[in-house]
């Protein structure tokens, strides 16, 4: 079993930038990718970005790409979301979740893992 804690979630203004962490306790000696995810109030919860095991492939959403970033330190058991120039469209809770193996790293049904959320509110 794995336990994933995120953290770093606040609120913020328009414009600003916040970093989560997300970071794993448990059997973490397995390779994991691991994803972030968010639910917005009253919308289901979409994918926001991915990273595989060691850091080498990285996927992100078309709404956040080009403002988001995700990393790991696998030293850490924690991956990480810079998120800058944020809007009020990402106020939401976010998520972190993770899996071994090969798999859609988009679909959060396919994650074995999950985290409690954190969460992110975006002021105008």
């Known amino acids: 079993q794995v336990q994933l804690v995120e953290s770093g979630g606040g609120l913020v203004q328009a414009g600003g930038s916040l970093r989560l962490s997300c970071v794993a306790s448990?059997?973490?000696?397995?390779?994991?990718?691991m994803g972030w995810f968010r639910r917005a109030p009253g919308k289901e919860r979409e994918f926001v970005a991915a990273?595989?095991?060691?850091?080498?492939?990285?996927f992100s959403a078309g709404s956040v790409k080009g403002r988001f970033t995700i990393s790991r330190d696998n030293a850490k058991n924690a991956v990480y979301l810079q998120m800058n120039t944020l809007i009020p469209e990402d106020t939401a809770v976010y998520y972190c979740?993770?899996?071994?193996?090969?798999?859609?790293?988009?679909?959060?049904?396919?994650?074995?893992?999950w985290g409690q959320g954190t969460q992110v509110t975006v002021s105008s």
């Open positions: 990273i595989s095991w060691n850091g080498g492939n990285t």
């Open positions: 448990g059997r973490t000696n397995v390779a994991y990718a």
């Open positions: 979740a993770g899996r071994s193996g090969s798999f859609d790293y988009t679909n959060q049904f396919e994650y074995e893992y």
